[in-house]
């Protein structure tokens, strides 16, 4: 059976969902691959709300393995009562000048300017931010099952991710954070 995912931005507790968004509410479906590529209104919508505003992020599998001393895990958190709804980001409000994926917990990004095209589909581009923050990814249909040989896919679940512009980078992280190169393609 395929897996489903929610975006959701996380309390300091690493387990307390403040918000997620739904895919349908995006007219995207809930599997991973089905969203994931540069360019898609439900990643675009999740940017908006991290630009230039780290925060404790997980792209949460409905497969995932519980919470820590939980019996949920973060996909059935959402339906917790007290998660806000979020303020559904307006599309336009989303500025492609933000081209860095930025994890302040790893002091690490990505340039989403250097990404590959899936071979055969110019133009065509897996996003880093759901790959690289999903929990539960393998245990499901429509999850990343491409070559990982630097083992990304998850490695940024629970980190705090903000996306960034150009001059945020080159004047306040280019000297201390890694450079990591995403070149996952299905």
């Known amino acids: 059976m395929g897996q489903y995912y929610k975006p ?6 690493r387990t307390t969902v403040l918000t997620h968004l739904e895919s349908f509410d995006y007219a995207n479906g809930s599997k991973l691959m089905g969203h ?3 360019g898609n209104n439900l990643v675009g ?3 908006t709300l991290i630009q230039e505003n780290p925060q404790r992020v997980v792209w949460a599998g409905d497969y995932a393995e519980e919470c820590k001393n939980r019996k949920t895990n973060v996909y059935q958190r959402c339906k917790d009562k007290n998660v806000g709804n979020p303020h559904v980001p307006n599309l336009e409000e989303f500025n492609k000048d933000f081209v860095f994926i930025v994890n302040h917990t790893k002091k690490e990004y990505v340039d989403k300017r250097e990404l590959k095209d899936i071979e055969g589909c110019e133009n065509l581009k897996i996003h880093p931010l759901p790959l690289l923050t999903s929990e539960g990814n393998g245990q499901g249909g ?3 099952f491409g070559q990982d040989p630097n083992h990304l896919v998850g490695r940024w679940a629970r980190d705090i991710i903000s996306v960034q512009k150009d001059s945020f980078v080159n004047k306040t992280i280019l000297l201390t954070y890694k450079k ?3 070149d996952l393609v299905e």
């Not at 959701?8 to 507790?13: K, R």
Request: net charge negative; proline share 0%.
């Open 142 to 144: 429509g999850d990343f």
């Open 180 to 182: 990591i190169t995403f």
């Open 8 to 13: 959701c931005i996380l309390g300091e507790n």
């Open 36 to 38: 994931s590529y540069i």
């Open 45 to 47: 919508a999740f940017e």
